[in-house]
């Protein structure tokens, strides 16, 4: 009896790291896409990660995936605020971290910025 749980506990904790290492890199590609200069260079990002998400992902993040995907095709663009904050605050629940209630902000360095510096 006590090996029939030892296994169950092992496949059960099994599917977590799985799903917790793929929703931490569906997080990084999406975090990774808004706000560049050229965003078709980041559509297989984006596709890949609302994919990952739509299978591994909660009822809600599936929602929120789903909806951004769906505001794309109708308008080509779509906030990904939402989605990426619930993801991070989901993930950051699974791994037992504290919560940050701040909004996302993305760093990008844009390279005319970059040369203006350097002189």
């Not at 789903?66 to 308008?75: G, I, T």
Request: aromatic share 10%.
């Amino acid at each position: 009896m006590g090996h029939f749980f030892s296994a169950r506990r092992d496949v059960t904790n099994e599917r977590r790291k799985l799903r917790i290492s793929y929703l931490l890199e569906a997080y990084r590609r999406l975090e990774g896409a808004p706000n560049r200069d050229d965003p078709k260079k980041c559509w297989a990002q984006l596709e890949s990660a609302i994919g990952d998400i739509q299978l591994l992902g909660s009822a809600r993040q599936v929602l929120l995936a789903r909806q951004f995907a769906v505001d794309m095709a109708k308008n080509r663009a779509a906030p990904l605020d939402e989605l990426i904050y619930y993801l991070r605050e989901s993930l950051w629940s699974e791994l037992v971290l504290e919560p940050i209630f701040e909004n996302v902000i993305y760093l990008r360095f844009v390279s005319s910025d970059m040369d203006v510096q350097n002189n």
